[in-house]
């Protein structure tokens, strides 16, 4: 069972996690094993077309 004190180390860590992606200059994506998206930079969702940069790899 998760207890309410640990949550929230989970979703500091997310948060940091999400952080450290916000601050890449290009268009940047975590994938899972099944290339479902996880997180994605605020570059990526600025991108003029978001859905090209995935095409286009």
């Known amino acids: 069972m998760i207890t ?3 949550f929230g ?3 500091e860590a997310r ?3 999400q ?4 601050t890449v200059r ?3 994506l975590v994938l899972d094993n099944d290339l479902c ?4 930079s605020r570059s990526f969702y600025q991108a003029q ?3 090209k940069l ?3 790899t």
């Open 49 to 51: 077309d978001p859905l």
């Open 54 to 56: 995935l095409r286009n």
């Open 37 to 40: 998206v996880l997180a994605a």
């Open 26 to 28: 290009e268009p940047f």
């Open 19 to 22: 952080a450290i992606i916000d």
């Open 9 to 11: 180390e989970i979703e």
């Open 4 to 6: 309410k004190e640990l």
């Open 15 to 17: 948060a940091f996690a």
